[in-house]
C-alpha cells in the first residue's frame, strides 16, 4: 500500500509556557467533542505554541470561540500515512527538493503495525506546487487552502 497524502487545515495559539497548560486545552476541547488528528506543542520564548490539526474545522473553531481561545488564522499543511519503512520520509522530501520547495517542518513518527504518519507544512505559495508533487489526494472535509 503505498502512501496516503491530504491537505488539512491547521490552527495554533500562544500560550503561557507553564505545567498544565496544554492539558487544560486540550482537555476542554475534549469535553467539547473536538477530535484532533494532529497536536504539536513547543516552547517560544517565554510562552508556547500549540497546534491543532483538527477533523472537522468548522467544530473546531466553534469549540474554540466557546473556550475563547485566541487562535491564528487558519493555515494549510499535509497529513501522511503509509507504510513504515526505510526511507518513507525521505522519499518525500526528495519530491519536494526536486521541485524546489523547502519544507517548513515536519513531524513524524512511527505509528506500530508496520506504519508511520507525518505532518507536513510548506509555505502557503508553494501549497498547491506540494500538493501535485505529493500526489495530494484532495481535501478532506475539513480541509482548505
Known amino acids: 500500500m503505498g502512501d496516503s497524502v491530504r491537505r488539512v487545515d491547521y490552527f495554533y495559539a500562544v500560550t503561557p509556557n507553564k505545567p498544565g497548560e496544554a492539558a487544560r486545552i486540550l482537555g476542554a476541547l475534549a469535553q467539547e467533542?473536538?477530535?484532533?488528528?494532529g497536536f504539536s506543542g513547543f516552547p517560544q520564548g517565554k510562552r508556547a505554541q500549540l497546534d491543532f490539526i483538527p477533523s472537522?474545522?468548522?467544530?473546531?473553531?466553534?469549540?474554540?470561540?466557546?473556550?475563547?481561545?485566541?487562535?491564528?488564522?487558519?493555515?494549510?499543511?499535509?497529513?501522511?500515512e503509509g507504510d513504515d519503512r526505510p526511507g518513507a520520509l525521505a522519499e518525500l522530501a526528495t519530491k519536494l527538493a526536486g521541485a524546489k520547495i523547502n519544507i517548513t517542518a515536519v513531524d513524524a513518527v512511527?505509528?506500530?503495525?508496520?506504519?508511520?504518519?507525518?505532518?507536513?507544512?510548506?509555505?502557503?505559495?508553494d501549497l498547491r506546487k506540494a500538493a501535485k508533487?505529493?500526489?495530494?489526494?484532495?481535501?478532506?472535509a475539513a480541509a482548505g487552502a
Open 33 to 37: 467533542g473536538v477530535n484532533l488528528i
Open 56 to 80: 472537522d474545522s468548522a467544530a473546531f473553531l466553534q469549540a474554540a470561540k466557546r473556550l475563547k481561545l485566541k487562535l491564528s488564522r487558519k493555515k494549510t499543511g499535509f497529513a501522511i
Open 110 to 125: 512511527c505509528a506500530g503495525g508496520g506504519r508511520y504518519g507525518a505532518l507536513l507544512w510548506v509555505k502557503s505559495a
Open 133 to 140: 508533487k505529493l500526489g495530494a489526494g484532495g481535501q478532506t
